[in-house]
């Protein structure tokens, strides 16, 4: 159980690591362990749909040893590119600073309470059970994708339940870790993958601030985001809205890099995280256009053939496994029951305004300004904003503000005309991407680099020099 659970996660890192170096998306080795897995987990939860459409059952043998082939295929791939990689160069990045310890004592001793909870007790959850866990656990026990779930129970049963036609990334990486542990052991219930999403979203996350602002502060903005009651909940109960939240905001912040730096592996690089996003929630193209326009907008001036051929890519790129999950396999290559009815909008055509404001006004009270969610995180984020805007006034990190006043507009939008969408779920746990930007964005702001620079003057001064 254990060889081909290491097999499995080693397999996912080598992987995503392969893709990472050749896309040169990052500068340090924290960055590149934390998005190597993050991109294994993402790109590994297609090799289930590989198997079954090569006619073989999903099997350990074919799954596992499905990742294990592409991971040898992506690292044979980089054999003559090791200048690439920042450890093989020799970089000395590793160190961290004693002030960074009482950070790592928490978070590890958060991360102890993720751990335990996810992965000593089964899935409780309603959303999980019917939907991610019920396909995995029929596909292991069938050796099919296409299980009776969907031929059988589905069509039958008298309450309708549209979970297990959500976007499949959680139920195929439950596939996956259940084939790993064969259902035994302390990883028994096959939700391992979800801890290694969370550390290493983390560490991706914390190692891109660090390199913008100072250690302290990076790690107080990552600590404010380990005291949300809700994300928290979140590291231990299986669901899409974690690692749909991870991959999203991965995506921005490379965006953000991208706007910085130009560089044409970062284009990629966002494209291909934001295309996992959508894999792992529908409803997240969306939110694609909000990068195509800023895409736009940045090099309409330099190029225009080329800002426009960019952003139709990007927009393509994104929406290829959304055309294949909900057209490609559920509607073609196994049909849907004749009970479901997957993605109808409702128009509204009477008081569009009153009712688009009324509930903007729920979003904020019932979600965005509840305490018991989020703790300070919000007013935290206001304020600082507010006192960089009236201090600096510049427009540091005016892309990620962006993102995050269009997601937020583009939410009420989709809960005003998607069926199925409301705000005590959807919008309450799409919530998460919001929360990782708004501490992002927080350490892209003059106010940050300004507080960075006297933290780092302050440092100085209190060095005490060798005596003669």
């Known amino acids: 159980m254990m060889v081909l659970l290491v097999l499995l996660i080693g397999a996912q890192f080598f992987l995503g690591c392969g893709i990472a170096v050749r896309l040169q998306a990052v500068r340090t080795t924290y960055s590149l362990i934390g998005l190597s897995m993050l991109i294994g987990l993402g790109v590994s939860s297609f090799v289930p749909f590989i198997v079954q459409f090569s006619g073989l059952p999903i099997v350990a043998s074919t799954v596992i040893g499905g990742v294990v082939g592409l991971a040898i295929l992506s690292v044979f791939s980089l054999r003559s590119k090791k200048e690439r990689l920042p450890f093989w160069a020799g970089r000395n990045d590793l160190a961290i600073s004693l002030y960074e310890i009482p950070f790592l004592i928490v978070w590890l001793y958060l991360l102890f309470i993720s751990v335990w909870k996810c992965n000593w007790f089964p899935n409780t959850t309603f959303d999980t059970i019917v939907g991610p866990d019920l396909l995995a656990r029929f596909a292991v026990q069938e050796q099919t994708l296409v299980s009776s779930v969907f031929t059988k129970h589905l069509p039958n049963v008298s309450v309708f339940s549209n979970q297990p036609f959500y976007a499949p990334f959680t139920a195929m990486q439950q596939i996956m870790y259940l084939l790993a542990t064969e259902q035994t052991g302390v990883f028994a219930f096959g939700k391992l993958w ?275």
């Open 194 to 468: 979800l801890t290694l999403l969370v550390f290493s979203f983390g560490l991706f996350l914390y190692a891109d601030m660090r390199e913008r602002i100072h250690p302290v502060l990076a790690g107080t903005l990552v600590t404010i985001l380990a005291f949300a009651p809700e994300l928290f909940a979140y590291t231990f109960l299986v669901q899409t809205d974690w690692a749909n939240a991870a991959f999203f905001a991965s995506g921005v912040i490379l965006f953000q890099r991208y706007v910085e730096t130009g560089q044409n592996g970062s284009f990629w690089s966002i494209t291909l995280l934001l295309a996992l996003a959508c894999w792992t929630r529908t409803e997240t193209i969306f939110f694609v256009p909000i990068g195509a326009m800023i895409l736009v907008i940045k090099r309409i001036r330099v190029n225009p053939t080329d800002a426009i051929k960019q952003s139709a890519i990007f927009m393509l790129v994104c929406l290829l496994p959304v055309l294949f999950w909900n057209y490609g396999f559920l509607r073609t290559y196994m049909p849907l029951p004749i009970n479901a009815h997957l993605g109808a909008f409702r128009w509204v055509e009477t008081d569009y305004l009153t009712r688009l404001l009324r509930i903007v006004q729920n979003m904020n009270d019932r979600v965005v300004f509840h305490a018991s969610y989020w703790n300070y995180t919000v007013p935290i984020f206001l304020s600082l904003s507010l006192l960089n805007l009236f201090i600096f006034r510049d427009k540091r990190g005016l892309t990620v503000l962006v993102w995050i006043v269009g997601v937020y507009v583009l939410f009420a939008m989709i809960l005003q005309h998607v069926e199925g969408a409301n705000i005590q779920y959807t919008f309450r746990r799409g919530f998460f991407k919001l929360l990782f930007l708004m501490c992002f964005y927080l350490s892209t702001t003059s106010l940050f680099r300004w507080l960075s620079i006297r933290l780092v003057v302050w440092e100085k001064t209190q060095t005490v020099k060798p005596a003669d």
